[in-house]
């Protein structure tokens, strides 16, 4: 599946979804499910659900699942030149930007940006969910599990590995 | 008083966090950084992480580089992010052959469908929690679930929705303001 031309949509694609990534990683979700599965069709909506869950199973800042897209369409090759295009240059971007920190973040400017932004950021985030959510429900109960993962995180402050943890037993014993 | 950390001691902080990590490092960073070795006050690290948070990329990941360059410069900047992502690569490399070979298994898929399940109800839920904790005024609220429908409903591109929405809830955000100092 891996050539050159895969390779190189592959960094382009998230070189682009990088530089809109206001909110975080989860926040450009959706459009990583455009780049995978609609626009180029290299997984489908069960298999980017089950890399994102792979992700969310390991320790780590939740842009990694990132390399896991980059793994599926290129191997190992993929999943550093996916990685490196996603962070690489916001990396620098914020490097740059560093100064400006002590001058910025307290003025009254900044906080109205920032509470414009936030709840753009905090909806996409939600929309991620939802997609996921479309992805993995194969079944009642995996929709079951989702709702009630939900209510768990919201309602409660234990780790959110419990959820992990549960739907795994849940999918195991009756998704078969 | 901040205690200024050494190069090594930026490096195995941040592995620290990123190996510590599940379901996303945001919490375990400002756990270590601010609570367990003093690095920042909570005022200044919620100012870089503002900052991480409106500038793109993955908010942890910024915050590193600009908290490694606040104590070390280039180096720091290297070695914070170096810290958090090597781990949690190095694991994902061996989880990524363990699932080519077996995540397929009649044993394993349904597995991984029930972890998935629970993962995209956990990304909805720390979303409504988020949002319940930040308390926006009801006009923010319904930019943040027109960006909801629009992403997850409308299936619009993400610069479609970056590009309408953010001078909307900008402009809304500077209405409060000017209504609240008259």
């Not at chain 1, 809109?20 to 455009?34: D, F, I």
């Not at chain 1, 599926?72 to 990396?91: D, E, Q």
């Not at chain 2, 972890?115 to 839920?125: E, H, L, P, R, W």
């Not at chain 2, 909307?168 to 500077?174: Q, T």
Request: glycine fraction near 14%.
């Amino acid at each position: 599946m891996s050539d050159d031309g895969d390779l190189s949509a592959l960094v382009w694609g998230f070189l682009g979804i990088s530089l809109l990534s206001v909110g975080g990683g989860v926040a450009a979700l959706p459009e990583m499910h455009r780049l995978m599965v609609e626009t180029h069709g290299w997984m489908d909506e069960l298999a980017f659900s089950k890399r994102y869950a792979l992700a969310q199973a390991a320790p780590g800042p939740n842009v990694m699942v990132v390399g896991l897209f980059g793994w599926h369409v290129a191997g190992i090759t993929g999943m550093f030149a996916a990685m490196l295009a996603m962070c690489g240059p916001t990396s620098i971007l914020a490097y740059g930007f560093c100064r400006l920190r002590g001058r910025l973040s307290g003025a009254l400017g900044m906080r109205v940006f920032e509470r414009g932004m936030v709840p753009i950021a905090v909806g996409l985030i939600a929309a991620s969910g939802l997609l996921l959510a479309q992805g993995a429900a194969e079944a009642p109960l995996a929709v079951a599990i989702s709702v009630g993962s939900t209510l768990f995180v919201w309602r409660s402050k234990r780790s959110p590995l419990w959820v992990l943890a549960a739907g795994a037993v849940l999918g195991a014993v009756f998704l078969r | 008083m901040d205690k200024v950390p050494g190069r090594i001691e930026l490096f195995l902080g941040y592995a620290k966090i990123g190996l510590l990590g599940f379901g996303g490092v945001g919490p375990w960073s400002r756990h270590v950084i601010v609570e367990e070795r003093k690095w920042l006050s909570e005022r200044d690290y919620a100012e870089v992480l503002g900052l991480g948070q409106i500038l793109p990329g993955p908010n942890v990941g910024n915050a590193s580089v600009m908290i490694g360059r606040r104590f070390h410069g280039l180096a720091g900047s290297l070695l914070a992010t170096s810290g958090l992502y090597i781990g949690p690569l190095c694991i994902l490399v061996i989880l990524s052959i363990l699932y080519e070979l077996y995540g397929t298994r009649p044993g394993v898929a349904p597995f991984m469908q029930g972890v998935a399940a629970a993962a995209a109800g956990m990304v909805i839920g720390t979303a409504i929690k988020m949002g319940q904790n930040l308390r926006p005024p009801p006009e923010l609220i319904l930019v943040g679930l027109l960006a909801v429908a629009g992403a997850a409903f409308l299936r619009l591109p993400l610069p479609l929705i970056v590009v309408v929405l953010a001078p909307l809830g900008i402009w809304l955000s500077l209405r409060r303001s000017w209504q609240r100092a008259p």
